[in-house]
């Protein structure tokens, strides 16, 4: 891996969800049960969920894994930004801006981004910062490399986190791979959502 793609990881949720995904066969509500947490959560607890949570992807059997909320920073290229931003139940809470920041920016490019392309970049960038015009902006703007690497905030959840494992395996990019990997590291992420299939009893 070249470099962290996840940062400031913070998980919220999981044990809650957990309980919540008993829900459909309980013949009535005990809010004791969150309310004790971690000391009410049972061994039956934690094989359900995993049992749900392995279910095939739109199946709905795992639909409470929206309730485990993720936040993190991801540091990302150009290239992958428009890939991610196709799923929409990732928000962005915040990120760099190549409009107000791109000539101030301290940039840091994907190893693989040409070393001629990103000097022909900053001679532009020099430029812009001798003579600030509206063409010089722009031809900054629509010039910068698709390897340069920028930061964002984003909220999500382990649902969506799961089809993204499984829908971006073997993808080209290896920033997909380094992602992929580094979701692993989640809190019962691997054991959750990486394959499997119920039980005899359908929990």
């Known amino acids: 891996m070249e470099h962290k793609v996840m940062n400031n990881v913070r998980v919220y ?47 709905g059997h795992d639909c409470f894994l929206k309730g485990v909320i993720v936040q993190f920073d991801l540091t990302i290229t150009e290239k992958m930004w428009p890939q991610f931003q196709r799923y929409t139940f990732a928000d962005f809470v915040s990120s760099m801006s190549t409009i107000h920041m791109l000539s101030k920016m301290n940039a840091e490019y994907i190893k693989y981004t040409d070393k001629k392309i990103i000097k022909d970049f900053e001679d532009i960038v020099a430029d812009f910062n001798c003579d600030p015009s509206r063409d010089n902006w722009l031809r900054m703007i629509y010039s910068y490399p698709s390897g340069l690497l920028l930061t964002a905030r984003i909220t999500t959840n382990y649902l969506q986190l799961k089809n993204i494992y499984k829908q971006r395996d073997k993808h080209p ?18 054991e959750w959502c990486t394959g499997g299939k119920l039980d005899d009893s359908g929990y």
């Open 13 to 59: 949720g999981l044990e809650e969800s957990v309980i919540a995904s008993g829900y459909p066969m309980k013949k009535s509500y005990h809010p004791e049960l969150i309310e004790g947490l971690p000391e009410t959560l049972t061994k039956k607890d934690w094989k359900r969920a995993k049992n749900l949570a392995n279910t095939p992807p739109a199946s």
């Open 173 to 190: 990019l290896p920033e997909w791979k380094w992602f992929r990997e580094e979701m692993l590291r989640l809190p019962h992420f691997k």
